[in-house]
Nanobody, 128 residues
Framework: QVQLVESGGGLVQAGGSLRLSCATS?????????MGWFRQAPGNEREFVAA????????SYADSVKGRFTISRDNGKNSGYLQMNSLKPEDTAVYYC????????????????????WGQGTQVTVSS
């Protein structure tokens, strides 16, 4: 059974940083697999934040986080990360990591429906 477990959320002041982690278990993902980060604020739909191919050769970011967030992974630890810098109050949300074992391309990376596995989420709150 595949499990994704996020950690690293918390309360931070605007301009601060947080690093989210996503530990995976139950499956070793191939280099073609995709890991993504999404977020959902109260009353809003879940939205794409960032994704990468497990090989590390490709990444994708939402325009709202480009230049501030960095997605990465550690194959040895079977884990993914989201480094979030220059945080803004509008970044406040529950952050979810997601994974898909088979390759997808282009705009499919940003679709919730593209991912097979999801974590339980971790709360990020940015105060002004």
């Amino acid at each position: 059974q595949v499990q994704l477990v996020e950690s690293g959320g918390g309360l931070v002041q605007a301009g601060g940083s947080l690093r989210l982690s996503c530990a995976t278990s139950g499956r070793t993902f191939s280099s073609a697999a995709i890991m993504g980060w999404f977020r959902q604020a109260p009353g809003n739909e879940r939205e794409f934040v960032a994704a990468l191919r497990w090989s590390g050769e490709s990444t994708s970011y939402a325009d709202s986080v480009k230049g501030r967030f960095t997605i990465s992974r550690d194959n040895g630890k079977n884990s993914g990360y989201l480094q979030m810098n220059s945080l803004k109050p509008e970044d406040t949300a529950v952050y979810y990591c997601a994974a898909r074992g088979s390759p997808i391309y282009g705009s499919a990376w940003s679709r919730v429906s593209s991912y097979d596995y999801w974590g339980q989420g971790t709360q990020v709150t940015v105060s002004s």
